[in-house]
């Protein structure tokens, strides 16, 4: 070939290169409107499944309550659905693009794309920004919503199987310290405000190593005042002696003030103590680890998984359309089944793998960044590189 044609045909493959990245209305918005169609069907059915099995599984608490009415019924059920999309939305993505690609490789329309100079990178560009907004959909309803609507199912189904568990959920509530050195028991607690018939326990450590009750105090009520501590009111105040771990002599008090700095826990802290970390935003999480620093390191690992977890989990629904692309790719002349099954087989491992790891890491086992992230980055590792393969 002789030099300008040379030079001709590498100018003509820069363009060309030039090209891959810039934005095409028509192309884009076609395969947009190809992916949107298969997604909007999957979350609808996949909503629908979940909604029959919680029918399924509830009404009947419901239907034999004689508290429960109609409408607390209808409450219920639709505050189970966010909790719902979170999951629904990651296998409608992967399964909706999977779909897509498959149609486009049955009718070579990707090999047509990739023929005109594009990169299989390029030619989902429309499915990746919807996966970015899906994403950020994800983790809004993880933080903002699922908490709070989880909560108030439980609490809408205890309320219908009995009218008094207003009055009656926060009696009796024991809390231990995150250092496990103060041991609280309340007959009636409230989130803010005046807790009644309180019992606080503080221990020491001897100089042996072991754990020696230092006092307590039994209350009629109790309340927190920020910057100040605790203050209890009609308290009996018990000292122990170290050395023989016996009871002195008590000593009375209208009011006594514990300081915030001997007693750091809010009320606040206390409510979310006995709350699963499932239902705690990540930053409830983050500041519980970070005002306790003298937390046990068993809950310490809990916390830390299960808020490495959250906040993972929502980046799934973008990596999914990275996992789709080189799948249906590999399998475009195999058929749509055949790339579903795939999609459904990494969908199912991915969920045993992160059920596994997020056992380990809770139980320390394995670091909780790893129990917490451990399948995720896996599953990023694993479709990055299989968009380089296919996209080269």
Not at 62 to 69: N, Q
Not at 108 to 127: H, K, P, T, V, Y
Not at 273 to 283: N, S
Not at 377 to 389: D, E, H, K, N, Q
Request: glycine share 6%; aromatic share 14%.
């Amino acid at each position: 070939m002789a030099g300008p044609d040379k030079e001709l045909l590498k100018r003509y493959q820069d363009e060309q290169a030039k090209r891959t990245f810039v934005f095409l209305p028509t192309l884009d918005l076609y395969v947009l409107r190809e992916f949107l169609i298969p997604f909007s069907v999957l979350i609808f059915a996949f909503l629908l499944l979940f909604l029959i099995g919680d029918i399924f599984n509830d009404l009947s608490d419901f239907l034999e309550s004689k508290h429960a009415t109609v409408g607390m019924a209808v409450k219920f059920f639709l505050l189970k659905m966010p909790q719902n999309i979170r999951f629904v939305l990651p296998i409608s993505i992967l399964l909706a693009c999977m779909y897509t690609f498959a149609n486009f490789g049955r009718n070579n329309e990707i090999a047509a794309m990739r023929s005109s100079g594009m990169s299989l990178l390029r030619c989902g560009l429309s499915m990746y920004i919807v996966g970015f907004l899906v994403m950020l959909v994800t983790f809004w309803f993880n933080e903002q919503v699922i908490p709070y609507t989880t909560l108030e199912a439980v609490y809408l189904k205890k309320k219908a199987e009995d009218p008094n568990y207003d009055a009656r959920q926060y009696t009796m509530l024991q809390y231990r310290s995150a250092d496990k050195m103060r041991d609280w028991l309340f007959q009636n607690f409230t989130s803010d405000g005046e807790h009644q018939d309180v019992i606080l326990k503080r221990y020491i450590f001897s100089r042996d190593g072991s754990k020696l009750l230092d006092w307590d105090i039994r209350a009629k009520s109790a309340r927190f005042e920020n910057g100040k501590g605790w203050l209890f009111t009609n308290a009996v105040l018990t000292p122990y002696n170290h050395k023989l771990r016996l009871a002195g002599t008590p000593e009375r008090h209208e009011k006594i003030l514990i300081p915030q700095k001997e007693v750091p826990e809010q009320p606040e802290d206390i409510a979310n103590a006995v709350k699963p970390p499932e239902e705690l935003p990540a930053k409830v999480l983050i500041h519980m680890l970070g005002d306790n620093q003298t937390m046990v390191p068993t809950l310490r690992a809990m916390y830390l998984t299960y808020l490495y977890y959250r906040l993972a989990f929502p980046t799934v629904c973008f990596l999914c359309v990275f996992l789709a692309l080189p799948l249906a790719a590999k399998n475009e002349r195999s058929g749509v089944f055949l790339s579903i099954a795939f999609a459904v087989g990494i969908v199912v491992a991915y969920q045993v793998l992160t059920e596994i790891f997020m056992i380990l890491g809770k139980s320390g086992i394995v670091p909780p960044i790893v129990g917490g992230l451990g399948p995720t980055v896996g599953f990023l590792i694993y479709s990055w590189f299989g968009i380089i393969r296919k996209a080269g």
